[in-house]
């Protein structure tokens, strides 16, 4: 049965552009092969909320498709062992909720100051 996913990758954040590129367009071929392919999103650049290999940073991406079943086993299969993805997490799209997108143009470095107020706050 078709259903619709989308797919959140976190590819490590001090990856060069090229490489990012590269490794989004990897996926993007991978999904066209198996699924219908709608859109990717990309957020961007932003903290983690914690270390994940000691990475601070991530580049968000958001895939949306629509495929059978075992897409997420095939996903996870075929990007396992990719060095350059630190998290990935494939659900079930409720087709009824609207999708509400993050914005793009998020500073990280805004988001790094609020943090920081943040645990300076609790330190005081």
């Given at each position: 049965m078709v259903k619709s996913y989308e797919t959140m990758v976190v590819f490590d954040g001090t990856l060069p552009d090229e490489?990012?590129?590269k490794e989004q367009e990897k996926i993007e071929k991978f999904l066209k092969e198996r699924t219908t392919f709608e859109r990717t999103d990309l957020?961007?650049?932003m903290a983690l909320a914690y270390e994940i290999n000691r990475k601070k940073t991530g580049n968000y991406c958001l895939f949306l498709y629509k495929g059978d079943g075992d897409?997420?086993?095939q996903f996870d299969h075929?990007?396992?062992l990719d060095t350059a993805i630190l998290r990935h997490l494939t659900v079930v799209r409720n087709?009824?909720?609207p999708t509400k997108?993050?914005?793009p143009d998020r500073d990280l470095a805004k988001t790094s100051e609020s943090q920081e107020e943040a645990a300076n706050g609790?330190?005081?």
């Open positions: 490489v990012l590129k957020w961007g650049k897409i997420a086993t075929e990007f396992k087709e009824k909720a997108l993050i914005d609790q330190a005081n």
